[in-house]
Nanobody, 121 residues
Framework: VQLQASGGGSVQAGGSLRLSCAAS????????VGWFRQAPGKEREFVAA???????FYAESVKGRFTMSTDNAKKTVYLQMDSLKSEDTADYYC????????????????WGQGTQVTVSS
């Protein structure tokens, strides 16, 4: 499956963005999907994930501000980001894995390209 991430941009602190992760080749119905981010000079870190059944899990740093969802056709996964902070600035990547939700990068076998999010204070 090929993943295409989009929706990044520049916003002021407190603003919102919605990232999309679109699948081509097949649906995401047999995969868990995660979002990761990488800030300049830092390692890539887990942000959020959604399971095959629609259950979600979030990193503590984004819990209550970010929301993952998927469309009915299971072809696109979204990351709604509200109350953005300057520390959310990073390149955001979506990825897919078989099985349940995971927070560890090596578990994910398909990766999209990054989409840049810049939050100014």
């Amino acid at each position: 499956v090929q993943l295409q991430a989009s929706g990044g941009g520049s916003v002021q602190a407190g603003g919102s963005l919605r990232l999309s992760c679109a699948a081509s080749g097949r649906t995401l119905s047999t995969y868990a999907v995660g979002w990761f981010r990488q800030a300049p000079g830092k390692e890539r870190e887990f942000v959020a994930a959604i399971s095959l059944s629609g259950s979600t899990f979030y990193a503590e740093s984004v819990k209550g501000r970010f929301t993952m969802s998927t469309d009915n056709a299971k072809k696109t996964v979204y990351l709604q980001m509200d109350s953005l902070k300057s520390e959310d600035t990073a390149d955001y990547y979506c990825a897919a894995k078989r099985g349940g939700i995971g927070v560890v990068l090596p578990e994910y076998i398909y990766w999209g390209q990054g989409t840049q999010v810049t939050v100014s204070s």
